[in-house]
């Protein structure tokens, strides 16, 4: 272990000197990733970091279904049925694990060639992409890309690492037959006022990531390259024109598809409607009502049965709040409605109406795009926003609800509009 240890430092690359005035105009060149316009994703990485994961945490956690046992059958004590959950967490793992080595497996490296390098605030964030895979015209291949603040929460033992999106874009990727099978080419309009990428990453610290996704049958592809970023303010020299043109206008039409799946858009004699219905995040709010509903149950027994009160009352008191929430998350409808002078929104709790606005067209100023809510998964985020209509005494009213990323959200502004007459800028 330790001759394995010594060629591993032997290997790594000297630290270099931050002061070097050749790095002054170039910081990205700190990053031994960041020597050329060719970045490898992390997929390799984060393989090998998935089986070492499930693997230790299944070795750990095989004995506690015998322990669990113990402390059913013999003390009583149900409590120990939270034990069991961590073996079915290695499952999980278990399976993440595979699916990462299939995926890996079946597209190889996948390098992104960037142009410009970096990428440019200010200008352009593009490049192309070879993928291991048989042309397919049908196979739509979307790339996001992501601004990232990532910040140490907590204090003292209970410190970790967070991530917050500042700044999200979509597209669907430009496709064509390539060398290895499949080209991929982006590029994406990034605005000035964002954040450059951080070489030094410590307690507090900015990133981009661009995440590679499509559908495909069998092992679905989700890759994720962390990219520099800085405010060059240069654009692509190399990637067509005219198939930049064609993914922006195959995004817009994805979009507006999208935009009237989420939005049931109906023709009434009154006027027109926009209604959101009941479950629309069924699968989530079922799984968090659960896992809250379960932990305020615990939380009742660690209090009436345990004698437990203070860890009892905030264990069962979190697990309620997570439950209630969900319980309107999933139970919760919105209703817009055309009127003859403008419009009127309703707010439903089980049909139930518990809230609502009524606006006239001129007292409106301004229709917008509000970040509302964002979720993570691993290294991916989505930002989902709504759109709103602010009125001329700085008021906010809510037109629609929960569209993922910020071209959705900006066709569905477009489509409002549109349907409604509505000129706010």
Known sequence: VGFGLLIGVWRMAPEKDKTDPAY?????????????????????TSMWAAWGFAIFWNAISSVTPFLAYREIVENDNYIGLIALLFPLIGIGLLVWAIRRT???????????????????????????????????SKTKFRLTLTNIHSYESGSGKNRSQKEKAVWQDAIVAHSELGAKGTRLTFRFDVPDDLRPSDTDQDDSYYLWRLNLSADIPGTDIDRDYEIPVYPTGQQSRHLSGYAMERARTEQ????????????????????????FPMGRHLGGGIGGLLVGAIFAGVGWFLVMQEGQRLFGSIFGGVGALVALSCFYMIFKSFEVMQTPNGIRTKRRLLGIPVGGTELRVGEIAEIYKHSSMQSQSGGKHIVYYDICARDRTGGKHKLALGFKGKSEAEAAMTLIRREFGLRGS
């Open 252 to 275: 817009a039409s994805l979009d507006e598809e999208s935009v009237r799946e989420v939005i049931n858009l109906e023709h009434t004699p009154q006027g027109k409607r926009l209604f």
């Open 102 to 136: 299939l995926e890996w497996r079946r597209f190889g490296p996948a390098p992104v060639t960037m142009d410009p390098f970096p990428g440019s605030i200010g200008g352009h964030v593009g490049g192309t992409i070879d993928v291991n895979l048989p042309y397919e």
């Open 24 to 44: 002054a105009d170039k910081p990205w060149l700190l990053n031994n990733d960041w020597q050329t316009n060719t970045i490898r994703s992390n997929s390799k």
